[in-house]
């Protein structure tokens, strides 16, 4: 599965509604989304800028393509999401 902007949003708004109920949203994220590498951490871990923010959480890109995963903001490059919860 690869990102694209639209699938982002759908990301975005899936996460604001579980956590809006309270749950924890990244076992059903992964769940919904299992082409697709996903990883959280708290906000105050991360010194880049987001590729979008939300209320409650930031999202940035990661591109695992090779050995080590790293950050981009290319979503041509993105095989997953970092969920930074705030």
């Given amino acids: ?4 902007d639209a699938l ?3 990301i975005a708004s899936s996460l604001e509604s579980l956590l809006a109920e309270g ?3 990244l076992a059903e994220i992964r769940r919904r989304y299992p082409g697709l590498h996903f ?3 708290d906000a105050a871990d991360m010194t880049d800028e987001p590729f979008r923010a ?3 959480f930031d999202l940035y890109l990661v591109d695992g ?3 080590c995963l790293h950050l981009t903001h290319d979503l041509a490059e993105a095989t997953g999401l970092v969920l930074a919860m705030r």
Wanted: glycine share 10%.
């Fill in 23 to 25: 749950k924890k949203p």
């Fill in 1 to 4: 599965m690869s990102l694209d």
């Fill in 39 to 41: 990883s959280q951490c």
């Fill in 65 to 67: 393509r090779s050995a």
């Fill in 8 to 10: 982002v949003g759908e």
């Fill in 54 to 56: 939300g209320r409650r």
